[in-house]
């Protein structure tokens, strides 16, 4: 098996977690044994948040989806960011708020938790009011931690652990962009998407009465 950053291999990687014994939880619990906490910053796209999101909901899983409000790249109050939040409660999934520190206002369409958009160490873990942060301490230990960032998985492809049921639990961070969109490295795969994203710019034009001829 390698270790692709693709759709497929996102899929043998939770069919690892389930040959593991591994079960779906979320942030609104202490982890117990055998829990599986999906996490996902949606960093970028809201479009690679929706494919990854029909992966999951086709392979019987749900995840914690991190939204941005104050996103450069994304705009969740616009028409298709409405229907990408609606799309991933339909399908099953739990949406929470990925926070610029230090604002972290949750609203009716957050789930009561927060997860920091690059956060610096002091205030990383630290509690938030009225919401669960997705990296205090009980939900996050090295040992049952992973993340994908910026293409890299710093402890390794965890997908083999899974498989033996290796981690007590585990909180797996990924984030969309990086799996959906081809390419061997981080920027190949932001160049994949930036296509993508041209593409869809233009249809954009045309529906805003942009006279294109
Ligand atoms: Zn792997
Ligand atoms: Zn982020």
New binding site residues.
């Given amino acids: 098996?390698s270790?692709t950053f693709d759709l497929a291999?996102y899929r043998?990687?939770l069919e690892a977690a389930k040959a593991g014994g591994y079960t779906c939880a979320f942030f609104d619990a202490d982890p117990r044994p055998g829990d599986l906490l999906l996490r996902h910053d949606v960093d970028l796209s809201l479009e690679a948040a929706l494919a990854l999101a029909e992966v999951e909901a086709a392979e019987g899983v749900q995840a914690t989806y991190f939204l941005m409000t104050q996103s450069v790249f994304y705009n969740l109050a616009s028409p298709p960011g409405e229907a990408a939040l609606e799309k991933l409660r339909a399908l099953g999934h739990r949406v929470g708020l990925h926070a610029l520190w230090p604002r972290a206002e949750l609203d009716a369409r957050f789930d009561p938790v927060v997860a920091w958009h690059n956060p610096d160490p002091p205030f990383m873990s630290e509690p938030v009011a009225g919401a669960a942060n997705a990296m205090e301490q009980r939900f996050f230990q090295r040992d049952r931690y992973r993340s994908d960032s910026n293409q890299q998985w710093r402890s390794g492809?965890p997908?083999e652990e899974l498989a033996r049921g290796e981690f007590e639990w585990l909180q797996l961070l990924t984030h969309p962009e990086i799996w959906v969109y081809d390419g061997a490295t981080m920027r190949e795969s932001m160049d994949s998407m930036l296509a993508a994203e041209r593409e869809a710019r233009w249809r954009q034009l045309g529906k805003d009465r942009i006279d294109l001829s």
Avoid: A, D, P, Y
Wanted: aromatic share 0%; hydrophobic share 30%.
């Fill in positions: 098996m270790c291999h043998e990687l492809c997908h």
